[in-house]
Each structure stands twice: as structure tokens, then as C-alpha cells.
């Protein structure tokens, strides 16, 4: 079973940046993040097919998060840009089945790591 480590959070003001990295014992096609705010449904933010690095944004980041992946490391990255107070939340490293941003499509997870973004 993959195990997946989220790190990079923390708290930030509006317009700022933050990297998050995942390390993951094993690779699957898909790979990606989603998120979830307080009181609010998970949200599948970006995933990247890891084969030929193919990537999928939702359209509230498209421009601002960047997913890539460094295989040698077998780490996935989210560069985060122009941060909004609506970014907040946990940030869940993931597997994913295939080419979908839906939360149900995601697999297995991390512990999740947090991002909180003031005005």
C-alpha cells in the first residue's frame, strides 16, 4: 500500500506563496492533491499523470498552482502562487485512478498538511 507524506504549510497573508512536497513510497499513473476547507466538500485541486507529467488544474487555481513531480526523488509538489483567504484548508497529498478531479476518484492519502491564508 502507498504511503504519502505532505509537508510545506503553514500560514500566510494574501498574495503569497507556499510549495508543498509529498513523498510516496510508490507511483501510480495519476497522482495529484485535493483539498478541504472547514465545513466544506473536498476539492480536487490539480493531478499530474506521471508518465508523461500530463496535468489536470480546477479551474479556481488554473494559473496560480503549479503540480510537477520529481520521480528520482519520488516527491510531488504543488507550487502555490497569488494565495487566496479562499485557499484555505488542509491539503491532501493523493493516488489517484485516473484523469478526474473528483474527490471520489482519489485513492489513498496523507495525514494532510495545512494552509492557512489571511487577508
Known amino acids: 500500500q502507498v504511503q504519502l507524506v505532505e509537508s510545506g504549510g503553514g500560514s500566510v497573508q494574501a498574495g503569497g506563496s507556499l510549495r508543498l512536497a509529498c513523498s510516496y513510497t510508490?507511483?501510480?499513473?495519476?497522482m495529484g492533491w485535493f483539498r478541504q476547507a472547514p465545513g466544506k466538500e473536498r476539492e480536487g485541486v490539480a493531478i499530474?499523470?506521471?508518465?508523461?507529467?500530463?496535468?489536470l488544474y480546477a479551474d479556481s487555481v488554473k494559473g496560480r498552482f503549479t503540480i510537477s513531480r520529481d520521480i528520482s526523488k519520488r516527491t510531488l509538489y504543488l507550487q502555490m502562487t497569488s494565495l487566496k483567504p479562499d485557499d484555505t484548508g488542509t491539503y491532501y497529498c493523493a493516488t489517484v485512478r485516473w484523469y478526474s478531479l473528483r474527490p471520489s476518484d482519489f485513492d489513498s492519502w496523507g495525514q494532510g498538511t495545512q494552509v492557512a491564508v489571511s487577508s
Open positions: 499530474i499523470r506521471m508518465d508523461n507529467e500530463n496535468t
Open positions: 510508490a507511483i501510480t499513473l495519476y
